[in-house]
């Protein structure tokens, strides 16, 4: 029996100790998360305001070039290259989603489900910005020499979807930025 009690005497201070390193470094790793997640959502945020700008000055281009097409339409001289050309070629904003990526690919688990919705939607609507715009590129690639009216109508068209996609995605970066999903508010 003394001996029981001399080894519970012995093994209690290492539990108690176990215990508190344990709590010590559950401590430490839920502070280095706080400080891991504080950086990335200030880069994130950072991230949308760039490409909040950049959409502010793309889609007043396309929106001219949708205009300018509509001047030459008519004419059969001159070719979907030309009138590329004319309207400065293909313009396209350039959509930051490094940190999003950075989290999403290691740490994800650590953000609310409401960003992760939000942060996700941006990037979906980004892929499916850059599809349209491939679409167009392909388009102007395979009708280069093209000089048809209604080649020149749906290239066109293409832009308008193309700006009409950058407008839902301007849309719901302001709404990001404005409600503050990009911030850790932890």
């Not at 349209?132 to 009708?143: A, G, L, P, S, V």
């Amino acid at each position: 029996m003394k001996e029981i009690s001399q080894l519970i005497r012995e093994i209690v201070p290492v539990i108690i100790g176990v215990l508190i390193a344990l709590l010590i470094n559950n401590w430490n790793e839920d502070r280095k998360d706080k400080k891991y997640l504080s950086q990335i959502f200030s880069s994130i945020e950072k991230e949308l305001e760039e490409s909040n700008t950049d959409l502010k000055r793309v889609i007043p281009k396309q929106l001219a070039s949708i205009d300018s097409i509509e001047v030459y339409l008519n004419d059969e001289e001159l070719s979907l290259f030309d009138l590329m050309m004319k309207i400065d070629g293909i313009q396209a904003p350039t959509i930051k989603t490094n940190s999003w990526n950075a989290i999403a690919n290691s740490k994800i688990e650590l953000i609310e489900y409401e960003k992760l919705s939000a942060l996700a939607g941006i990037e979906e609507r980004k892929e499916g910005l850059m599809k349209r715009i491939d679409k167009q590129i392909d388009f102007i690639f395979q009708n280069f020499e093209n000089t048809d009216k209604a080649k020149k109508k749906i290239y066109r068209m293409m832009i308008g979807d193309v700006v009409g996609a950058e407008k839902r995605l301007q849309s719901r970066i302001e709404e990001i930025l404005k409600n503050g999903i990009a911030r850790n508010n932890d």
